[in-house]
């Protein structure tokens, strides 16, 4: 089983470039996420989706943006890369409110920027 | 707001050592709390979790008692092995309205077993 799907594993930008993330899931969860993890901070999340048609703010949205583009697919966009999102990115899929289910994460997307 | 506060690492253990990660919070009403791993390389996955107060999660020989007089929900493990070396992460979710899809996340603690 795939499960959580992440692309591009690793990605170098510069200054004010622009990318998106994509991710991909095959459990048929209506809930999708994005975070970044940084050393010391833990995982914050960015921006999720509870479910097909909706997006919320998470704890740092400012620079991303995001698109529910349909149940199994959630991106990340970065319109204006800065040297602060370097980081680590995980995508995760639930299949209710966080409170009662399971996050499941996909294995991280390493970006640089320069 | 919710936050999380865990001991800072890295832990480091011989093989069959007793573990305990501690965990500590602060919320507002009664949250869910969990435990996440995450192996080198590779994503967080849940190792265990508790929804109310006196629950005690278990998984893989490892356990969590949810203590809302101390506000605690420490990690233990009885014997380490080498495999179980990653990255520990305490979190919780509220409990409040119809559903929770924020969970906030303590900073994660490394933990490495050696032989």
């Known amino acids: 089983n795939a499960g959580v799907t992440q692309t591009p594993k690793f990605q170098v930008l510069k200054t004010g470039q622009s990318m998106t993330l994509q991710c991909a899931q095959d459990?048929?969860?209506?809930?999708m996420y994005w975070y970044r993890q940084d050393p010391g901070m833990g995982l914050r999340l960015i921006y999720y989706s509870a479910s097909e048609g909706t997006t919320d703010k998470g704890e740092v949205p400012n620079g991303y943006n995001v698109s529910r583009l349909n149940k199994r697919e959630f991106s990340l966009r970065l319109e204006s890369a800065a040297p602060s999102q370097t980081s680590v990115y995980f995508c995760a899929s639930s299949e209710a409110a966080v409170n009662t289910g399971e996050l499941f994460f996909g294995e991280g997307s390493r970006l640089t920027v320069l | 707001g919710d936050s999380v506060t865990q001991m800072e690492g890295p832990v480091t253990l011989s093989e069959e050592a007793f573990l305990t990660i501690n965990c500590t919070y602060t919320?507002?009403?009664?949250?869910?709390l969990f435990w996440y791993v995450q192996y080198p390389g590779e994503g967080l996955q849940l190792l265990l979790k508790?929804?109310?107060?006196?629950d005690k999660g278990s998984n893989k020989g490892f356990e969590a008692t949810y203590r809302k007089e101390t506000t605690s929900f420490h990690l233990e493990k009885g014997s380490v092995q080498v495999s179980d070396s990653a990255v520990y992460f305490c979190?919780?979710?509220?409990?409040?309205?119809?559903?929770?899809?924020?969970?906030?996340f303590g900073k994660g603690t490394k933990l490495s077993v050696i032989p």
């Open positions: 979190a919780l979710s509220d409990n409040s309205g119809a559903g929770s899809y924020q969970l906030t």
């Open positions: 919320a507002t009403g009664y949250p869910s």
């Open positions: 508790a929804t109310k107060a006196d």
């Open positions: 459990m048929n969860h209506n809930s």
